[in-house]
């Protein structure tokens, strides 16, 4: 993707209901229009950035483009997990983030807990390349500042 650093945000909607239950990582879903609105270039795959719930705190994030070969997705949708333990879902809050960097291409697993191990390593390779001081400082950009009153859904 030749956009990165590339910013968006969207209000959190109700996805497939598997990020929780059946891969014990939940994720945060961007509505169709957001997704719909990526640069024609992104290529489908595994991500890694900041994100930001409201105007709660910045944390480290993957997030999945794509279709989800897995589970055979006719839809491209846009799963953000957000490297932080939330008390409650936050349907409806707005999610602002900030994707600085491309771990993979999204593939088919044979298992269940393939796939759960690529996601996992996906996290791991995830936090340890936004503690390099050029995608750190991502962290602290005024993108995750913007007043309230000036956030719109998808941008």
Request: glycine share 10%; proline share 5%; aromatic share 12%.
């Amino acid at each position: 993707m030749r956009h990165l650093p590339y910013f968006c945000r969207g209000q959190v909607v109700r996805g497939f209901g598997r990020g929780s239950k059946q891969l014990g990582i939940p994720t945060a879903n961007f509505p169709e229009q957001v997704v719909d609105n990526l640069p024609a270039d992104v290529s489908t795959g595994i991500y890694y950035g900041w994100a930001r719930v409201g105007s709660g705190d910045v944390h480290k994030m993957v997030v999945s483009i794509g279709w989800n070969p897995y589970y055979k997705n006719t839809k491209k949708s846009m799963e953000t997990h957000i490297m932080h333990t939330f008390k409650e879902d936050f349907y409806g809050e707005i999610l602002s983030v900030v994707i600085v960097g491309y771990l993979r291409p999204e593939k088919n697993f044979d298992s269940l807990e393939s796939l759960i191990s690529a996601i996992r390593g996906d996290i791991e390779e995830a936090k340890k390349r936004l503690d390099l001081p050029e995608h750190l400082k991502l962290k602290e950009d005024n993108f995750f500042r913007v007043p309230k009153s000036k956030i719109l859904n998808g941008y």
